[in-house]
């Protein structure tokens, strides 16, 4: 079955140090990727996309993720984190292409540490 | 950039009666939108897709004589929840299709109550 993967429940970085929240996926052809965060009672708001060319996805806020085909990786990273970065992130895949439907991943809950 | 606006933010209502949430996609025309719920410190379940002047598709297990939705306009889709519950209480989300920018445009959340 086509899904997307979060393995880390919670990720803790200081402030100023660079930050990885990792995101893996299962499908069988060309995923469209998508990386979105929720602030606490918000809903969510789009940081970056792959739908296809550059592997490295530059998107909102200094945020960018590299598309992994050999790994089925889509890790999102930061050079240096905010501690209003703090906030639950989610990877998500439509693997469809056609606005079938999006798969998300369970969340990961990112605290940056003063 | 596209604009979903959801209301209300939230919601407190009696067992027994029926709350309707809108979704409104603000400078785009969305064709195809999506109900979520979401349960504290989890994930998006996806609820139904509607496509505008057709029925909606739901998700297994979601009751659709329950969460009724109505996508009657390229601009606006509504969720009703018929005679909630307090197991109804839950945040739920909107999302349209931007075809335009590919991707998809998240409404703020709904927080409903059923006291």
């Known amino acids: 079955a086509q899904s997307v993967a979060q393995p880390e429940d919670q990720v803790n970085v200081a402030e100023g140090n660079p930050l990885t929240v990792k995101c893996t996926y299962s499908v069988s052809g060309n995923p469209y990727l998508f990386w979105y965060v929720q602030y606490p009672n918000r809903g969510l708001q789009f940081l970056l996309k792959?739908?296809?060319?550059?592997?490295l996805v530059k998107g909102s806020y200094g945020f960018e993720a590299e598309f992994n085909k050999s790994q089925t990786s889509f890790h999102l990273k930061k050079p240096s984190a905010l501690v209003s970065d703090s906030a639950l992130y989610f990877c998500?895949?439509?693997?469809?292409?056609?606005?079938?439907?999006?798969?998300f991943g369970t969340g990961t809950k990112l605290q940056v540490i003063p | 950039g596209a604009v979903v606006s959801q209301h209300p933010s939230w919601v407190i209502c009696k067992s027994g009666t029926s709350v309707k949430i809108e979704c409104r996609s603000l400078d785009f025309q969305a064709t195809t939108m999506f109900w979520y719920r979401q349960f504290p410190k989890q994930s998006l379940m996806l609820m139904a897709t509607s496509n505008e002047g057709s029925k909606a598709t739901y998700e297994q297990g979601v009751e659709k004589d329950k969460f009724l939705i109505n996508h009657a306009s390229l601009t606006l889709s509504t969720l009703t929840v018929t005679s909630a519950h307090p197991e109804d209480s839950s945040f739920y989300i909107c999302s349209a299709a931007d075809s335009a920018n590919y991707g998809y445009t998240f409404g703020s959340g709904t927080r409903l109550t059923v006291v």
């Open positions: 998500a895949s439509d693997f469809s292409g056609g606005y079938q439907k999006v798969t």
């Open positions: 792959y739908i296809t060319g550059d592997n």
